[in-house]
């Protein structure tokens, strides 16, 4: 596999469910992070991790919570989630976090939540 | 803290037409400027990108003009294919804003053969 991959790329889960999204990046990046893409909205960023370590909370709502065990791997812990967060949940990663290096974007994952 | 706008919203162009996609932006330290393309079923990839020292930086049939004086920055491009039809992203980001990415709304792009 190369570049970033997300699982699943389909996530269909009740308010009362919890579910975790994960995402994986080949590329020998030190930067990973989460996105949330609405329909007519801005890509708004969630979570940054640099060298595994979170340095950006975007005011993002407790049910979401991220984990990044290594600089390769990063997830996204999802409990009583709320139907307006139903979206494209896209995972990115870069060298540096913090200069301006290319965002290689994943796929993303959809989520409903019923 | 940083604000970017995107125009327009749809776009409809025949295949060999030029389309021009726009962008403001309000926090005049934004140094960097990349424009990101994203296609069904796929995240954004980024085609072309250009920083504050530069007023314009073309890529085969893409090119993207800077104003700093007036704080907006656009995308070109020549000869548009089918291919090319797709989801459009400007972004905005500065230094001292820790290099965060601000993106504008998208422009869905639609090239009819």
């Known amino acids: 596999e190369t570049g970033v991959t997300q699982t699943p790329r389909h996530l269909v889960m009740g308010m009362t469910n919890k579910k975790s999204l994960k995402c994986e990046q080949h590329?020998?990046?030190?930067?990973m992070y989460w996105y949330k893409q609405s329909a007519k909205k801005p890509l708004e960023l969630m979570f940054v991790?640099?060298?595994?370590?979170?340095?950006e909370n975007n005011s993002v709502p407790s049910r979401f919570s991220p984990e990044c065990p290594n600089s390769s791997h990063l997830f996204l812990h999802l409990h009583t989630l709320q139907p307006e967060d139903s979206a494209l949940y896209l995972c990115?990663?870069?060298?540096?976090?913090?200069?301006?290096?290319?965002?290689?974007f994943g796929p993303g994952t959809r989520l409903t939540v019923t | 803290g940083e604000n970017v706008e995107q125009h327009p919203s749809t776009l409809s162009v025949q295949e060999g037409d030029s389309a021009v996609i726009k962008c403001t932006y309000s926090d005049s330290a934004s140094n960097y400027f990349p424009w990101y393309k994203q296609e069904l079923g796929k995240g954004p990839q980024l085609i072309i990108d250009i920083r504050s020292n530069v007023g314009e930086k073309k890529d085969q049939r893409i090119a993207v003009t800077l104003n700093k004086t007036a704080k907006h920055f656009s995308l070109h491009i020549t000869e548009t294919q089918p291919e090319d039809s797709a989801v459009y992203f400007c972004a905005a980001s500065s230094y001292n804003q820790g290099g965060k990415l601000i993106f504008g709304q998208g422009t869905e792009l639609s090239v009819k053969p």
């Open positions: 990115a990663s870069s060298q540096d976090a913090r200069s301006h290096y290319e965002q290689y």
């Open positions: 991790y640099s060298l595994e370590e979170r340095v």
């Open positions: 590329l020998g990046h030190n930067a």
